[in-house]
């Protein structure tokens, strides 16, 4: 079975910009969390998704926003770049919301010029 | 991850050691303690998790060891081979909430020595 899928790997944008950063969950996993990984740190949670709604937010700013699609996929979006959210976002899905391991893809590599 | 932190960021064990891996955690509240191992380039990968109405769980190879009176996790890893070098997080949930956003720690590396 396919694990969590994440697409782009690579990404370079400069200060301003948008960015929208995307997921697959593995199947049947209902749940979609998003993390933010900076160099040399461990991951820092950004959102946790179930059933197309929010179910928990991170100590990250508005410009950081996210959605879940019917299918469970995920989009990460992130607006008014800044040098400062150059990191590996990763995404995470699990069966259903609460006490349940999350798997994680790969990552997006984000650098901000 | 500030309520999670690791002793030592880097551990060097020998080839076919036993290694053990530690965690201390700040919040009592919390009632759900992952282990991941991350190799470079990659995202983590779950190894082995407990709940905190358990003392110890077993894995192929990997132990979890959770002590609640002095808020302590380890990783105990058998017979160690070079596919084990990587950077290891304990990450921790909190009870209360609807969100099981986890916390990390900061990672150990662990070196396989030859």
């Known amino acids: 079975d396919a694990g969590v899928t994440q697409s782009p790997t690579h990404l370079i944008k400069t200060r301003g910009q948008q960015v929208t950063l995307r997921c697959s969950p593995i199947s049947g996993h209902k749940s979609v969390s998003w993390y933010q990984q900076v160099l040399g740190q461990g991951p820092q949670f950004i959102f946790q998704y179930y059933e197309k709604e929010e179910r928990g937010r991170g100590n990250f700013p508005d410009r950081f926003s996210a959605r879940q699609f019917p299918n469970y996929s995920s989009e990460l979006n992130v607006n008014a770049l800044l040098l400062g959210d150059s990191a590996l976002y990763l995404c995470?899905?699990?069966?259903?919301?609460?006490?349940?391991?999350?798997?994680f893809g790969d990552g997006t590599r984000l650098s901000i010029l | 991850g500030e309520s999670v932190g690791l002793h030592l960021p880097t551990l060097s064990v020998q080839e076919g050691d036993n290694s053990i891996i530690n965690c201390a955690y700040s919040n009592s509240a919390s009632d759900y303690f992952i282990w991941y191992k991350q190799e470079s380039g990659k995202g983590p990968q779950f190894i082995i998790d407990i709940r905190s109405n358990m003392d110890k769980r077993q894995g192929q190879r990997v132990t979890v060891l959770l002590n609640k009176t002095v808020k302590h996790l380890s990783l105990q890893i058998a017979a160690t081979q070079p596919g084990d070098s990587a950077v290891y997080f304990c990450a921790e949930i909190s009870t209360g909430g609807g969100a099981d956003g986890l916390t990390f720690g900061k990672g150990t590396h662990l070196i396989i020595q030859p």
């Open positions: 995470a899905s699990s069966l259903e919301v609460r006490r349940q391991p999350q798997h």
